[in-house]
């Protein structure tokens, strides 16, 4: 069964292809993603490998963690499984209102009419 890897402090300037082809050294890679910023577009510094099986996903985590890739010592551990997060409060300024023009809060105080 195949078995997914963490891999951090990736150089922006990595690719999933080269991440691909720098895990092949520990066995077969099932697939290889870069995690991206949804706006720009532009890599978090992160992604997973999957690997085939989990003796090769361990070959992994001892041979690369702590290597070097396009100039940067990456970090490879076992994945953890996402876990459900609370949600996030809605609307700007964490859910309290808008810009602050508070007079409790040293502001002009807003419209007096």
Sequence with gaps: MAKKLYVGSLSYNT????LKDFFSQAG????????TDKI?????????VEMT????AGKAVETLNGAELDGRTISVAEARPMTDRPARPSGGFG?????????DRGGRGGNRW
């Design 15 to 18: 690719t999933e292809d080269g």
């Design 28 to 35: 077969s890679v099932v697939s290889a993603a870069i995690i």
């Design 40 to 48: 720009s577009g532009r890599s978090k510094g992160f992604g997973f």
């Design 53 to 56: 099986t989990e003796e090769e």
């Design 95 to 103: 859910g309290r209102g808008g810009g602050g023009f508070d007079r």
